[in-house]
């Protein structure tokens, strides 16, 4: 190669790097602007793999949808066994972590659950479902619901889990769907 090949091959480098260090340094060196709310086990019942109540409120994990229980007045089915394993995992995640915290996203879903973002011990709880392979990321379907740091952190952890044993459950309840249209 001659010396002006490498000062090109120099100026195309020099001028790259600032642009890998914003596409693919800054998102991660800061974490999702929102306020976590210290909560006790205790303040919160699961209601199935990626729903609790918390507050007297149902709320629904942001990034993730787990197995379906059943639920005769929407769908005819359940996605069974893993909907139970995978209430099982989150009741044992809550029970385990030694801080437990949550976030009040600032949209709901298309029933009107809020949607919050629930860490056990710092991580979003959806990371560890999805690594017990018991749940799919959402975030390309529905959004990053106001958790942009985390829903990179979900859809990571599903590219390197894979897909789980059971139906994408959305895909399942469209199929299942009593009242066909509704999700």
């Not at 086990?41 to 787990?66: F, H, M, Q």
Request: charged share 25%; with cysteine.
């Amino acid at each position: 190669m001659t010396k002006s090949k490498f000062a090109s091959w120099g100026t195309l480098l020099a001028a790259a790097l600032p642009f890998a260090a914003v596409v693919f340094v800054l998102p991660f060196m800061f974490t999702d602007s929102v306020n976590r709310v210290e909560v006790g086990a205790a303040d919160l019942t699961v209601v199935d793999g990626d729903t609790l109540e918390w507050g007297g409120e149902r709320c629904k994990l942001a990034g993730i949808d787990a197995p379906e229980v059943a639920r005769p007045e929407r769908w005819d089915g359940d996605q069974e066994p893993w909907a139970t394993r995978a209430t099982e995992l989150l009741r044992a995640e809550i029970a385990k972590a030694d801080t437990i915290e949550i976030a009040e996203g600032p949209n709901r879903d298309e029933s009107g659950v809020k949607l919050i973002q629930l860490y056990v011990d710092g991580v979003p709880v959806g990371v560890r479902m999805i690594e017990g392979g018991l749940a799919y990321a959402n975030v390309d379907r529905v959004g990053d619901s106001g958790f942009p740091d985390d829903s990179r952190a979900i859809r990571q952890a599903f590219l390197i889990a894979g897909h789980p044993e059971f139906q994408d459950p959305h895909t399942w309840r469209q199929a299942h769907a009593i009242e066909p249209g509704k999700d």
